[in-house]
């Protein structure tokens, strides 16, 4: 009765990677229980998960080499299989929400999220690229769009672009805050997305600046964002909290990789009780503030409340 906080299902949104072809399931090595999966066998995930009560899905494609270039292009082919998978999860699971994300880095032959030219970010040129990304998506069915670029202006660029094509509806969760982290290497790795020279660090947040993300928080909120995410999550909940006392927009945040990783390999190792750890790091996050939590738990935290009801 006198617990301040208490995290539900309906809380998340399950994160989940895929790829081409076909009856496909490949474990991540560096994320032990979470899958790269084909269409067909993401469908069959996403409705047991949805029998589990997870109502929300973002998916994250994985491209071979041979599809990547410099400009993305593959990411608004009409054709392409992310764009496919998405219509049909709109199509079996219309009651599904659906968040897809946007960004150049899993299309992009130098795995940035921006546009690349002489070692720098092209932050205006990006934009185009992005807008043109967010239509196909938007046209496929998403109810989200996630923009993970970090690119400046691009909330307002993007929410322009939806308005002039007749996507009113779809809204836009903005990564706000997202910072240049360490914790990002098991996602790079499930999508072989990892920048091939450089670093993030001039389009994602430096990990010493808070105020800074009031200022982010503050460009989305005015570009037209309709939720505020911050990521990661455990190294940063004094900004969930920040943004949470200043804002009145829903807080997201993001249960990066690598804070996945490093619950199950000490469990694995007998270091920590793994549940345990899973759900205080979980209810931490949403008593700093989050509403929304993007979390790879989000499967195995559903499971155990199903046991124990
Ligand atoms: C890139 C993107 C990243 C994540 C989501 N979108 C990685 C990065 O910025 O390099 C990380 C998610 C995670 O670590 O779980 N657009």
């Known amino acids: 009765m006198v617990e301040e906080t208490r995290l539900s299902v309906k809380d998340f949104i399950l994160p989940l990677f895929l790829l081409d072809g076909k009856n496909q399931q490949i474990e991540v090595n560096s994320m032990p229980g979470i899958y790269r999966f084909s269409t067909d066998l993401l469908l069959k995930e996403i409705e047991t998960c949805m029998n ?15 599809k990547k270039d410099k400009t993305a292009t593959e990411s608004f082919n009409p054709d392409t299989f992310y764009l496919k998978a998405i219509e049909s999860v709109k199509k079996y699971f219309p009651e599904a929400c659906v968040m897809t994300d946007v960004a150049m880095d899993p299309y992009s032959s130098d795995g940035h999220d921006g546009l690349v030219l002489d070692g720098k970010i092209l932050n205006d040129e990006t934009l185009e690229i992005l807008g ?21 202006g691009r909330v307002g660029y993007i929410r322009t672009v939806l308005d002039e094509h007749g996507y009113k509806d ?94 199950k390999a000490s469990a694995a190792n007998g270091w920590l009780d793994g549940e345990r750890a899973m759900l205080e790091s979980l209810l931490s996050i949403k008593r700093a503030g989050a509403s929304v939590i993007l979390s790879y738990f989000a499967k195995e935290f559903a499971y155990l409340q199903q046991q124990s009801q």
Not at 232 to 261: F, Q, R
Request: aromatic content about 10%; hydrophobic content about 45%.
């Open 170 to 263: 779809v809204s836009i969760m903005s990564y706000t805050a997202k910072y240049a982290s360490a914790f990002y290497n098991p996602f790079r790795d499930a999508l072989d997305s990892a920048p091939k020279a450089g670093d993030k660090k001039t389009y994602q947040m430096d990990p010493a600046n808070a105020k800074e993300a009031l200022i982010e928080a503050e460009l989305d909120y005015q570009e037209g964002a309709d939720f505020l995410m911050v990521k990661p999550a455990l190294a940063y909940l004094d900004i969930i909290k920040l943004l949470k006392d200043n804002h009145t927009l829903p807080i997201a945040a993001y249960n990066v990789s690598g804070e996945y990783a490093m619950i």
């Open 52 to 66: 589990l009560g997870i109502r929300a899905f973002d998916i994250f494609p994985a491209y071979p080499e041979s």
């Open 132 to 152: 043109k990304m967010a239509i196909a998506q938007a046209q496929a069915g998403a109810d989200i769009l996630g923009p993970s670029d970090m690119m400046d």
